[in-house]
């Protein structure tokens, strides 16, 4: 049986791409996995409180994240991330995603950089909101 690949390309045609497909596809599934984590914090902190809350605590985490998400895309991309920045922090280069497009990314050079940079804002709201079970795990540890 003969092989379906054309014989005109040559066989290290797929090194030379500069995004992988596979790559950028499984990095929108995890952004899209972290941004569904955001209702189920939600709504194990409504658990732990009191019925008449609950809606308003989950809310909460929405606007949590969206609050984190506009910060991230003024300058937080820029401070975590910036190619020209000091050792422990970035400039304000990148500062409302300036230069941030399909150029390569500082991590991998398989996905675009704007990609990234939503992966990463969905990772910095999820963070934020995991902070509050840290803390009041160490406070029941305490006890």
Same mark, same amino acid.
């Given at each position: 049986?003969?092989?379906?690949?054309? #014989?005109?390309?040559?066989?290290? @045609?797929? #090194?030379?791409?500069?995004?992988? +497909?596979?790559?950028?596809?499984?990095?929108? %599934?995890? &952004?899209?996995?972290?941004?569904?984590?955001?209702?189920? %914090? *939600?709504?194990?902190?409504?658990?732990?409180?009191?019925? #008449? &809350?609950?809606?308003?605590?989950?809310?909460?985490?929405?606007? &949590?994240?969206?609050?984190? =998400?506009?910060?991230?895309?003024?300058?937080?991309?820029?401070?975590?991330?910036?190619?020209? *920045? &000091?050792?422990?922090?970035?400039? @304000?280069?990148?500062?409302?995603?300036?230069?941030?497009?399909? *150029?390569?990314? +500082?991590?991998?050079? #398989?996905?675009?950089?704007?990609?990234?940079?939503?992966?990463?804002?969905?990772?910095?709201?999820? =963070?934020?909101?995991?902070?509050?079970?840290?803390?009041?795990?160490?406070?029941?540890?305490?006890?």
């Amino acid at each position: 049986m003969e092989s379906t690949s054309n #014989k005109n390309e040559p066989e290290d @045609f797929h #090194k030379n791409l500069v995004f992988i +497909p596979g790559d950028i596809a499984w990095t929108l %599934v995890c &952004s899209a996995l972290v941004w569904l984590m955001v209702p189920g %914090v *939600g709504f194990f902190y409504s658990g732990l409180a009191r019925s #008449k &809350s609950a809606l308003s605590l989950v809310s909460l985490c929405c606007w &949590s994240i969206a609050v984190v =998400s506009i910060q991230w895309f003024l300058f937080g991309y820029s401070l975590a991330f910036c190619k020209n *920045g &000091s050792a422990f922090i970035g400039s @304000f280069n990148n500062a409302f995603l300036i230069n941030v497009g399909n *150029g390569q990314n +500082p991590s991998n050079d #398989k996905i675009p950089e704007i990609l990234f940079c939503i992966y990463q804002c969905m990772i910095a709201g999820a =963070s934020s909101l995991t902070d509050p079970v840290i803390q009041l795990l160490f406070q029941m540890t305490s006890l």
